[in-house]
């Protein structure tokens, strides 16, 4: 079982920024060595954002936020984070952390969900 919590959501403005969080746990989470972010629009589908392998060493971004977004995981603390810059109002979304055996940016690949953090930009 692996469990997925994140943090770090709110309310900013067009051109600020947010860090989000995505703490991980359980005892099966160090099989899975993808770690990624995705997000939902209110009446859109779910939406790859970024993805990184255990070591760091491999990273893909959605181009819609790639230069503005940066992914990163600490895994001595099983934390991920996503650094979100000049954010923009169309960045308005859930975002959620998944967890997955092997890389992938389809959302069907991935086993374990966290709950999601709103994040909003306003105009």
């Known amino acids: 079982q692996v469990q997925l919590v994140e943090s770090g959501g709110g309310l900013v403005q067009a051109g600020g920024s947010l860090r989000l969080s995505c703490a991980a746990s359980?005892?099966?989470?160090?099989?899975?060595?993808?770690v990624g972010w995705f997000r939902q629009a209110p009446g859109k589908g779910r939406e790859f954002v970024a993805v990184?392998?255990?070591?760091?060493?491999?990273?893909a971004y959605a181009d819609s936020v790639k230069g503005r977004f940066t992914i990163s995981r600490d895994n001595d603390k099983n934390m991920i984070s996503l650094q979100m810059n000049s954010l923009k109002p169309e960045d308005t979304a859930i975002y959620y952390c998944?967890?997955?055996?092997?890389?992938?940016?389809?959302?069907?690949?991935?086993?374990?969900w966290g709950r999601g953090t709103q994040v909003t930009v306003s105009s």
């Open positions: 998944a967890a997955a055996r092997d890389s992938s940016t389809s959302g069907s690949h991935y086993e374990y």
């Open positions: 990184m392998n255990y070591s760091g060493s491999s990273t």
């Open positions: 359980g005892p099966t989470f160090r099989f899975y060595a993808m």
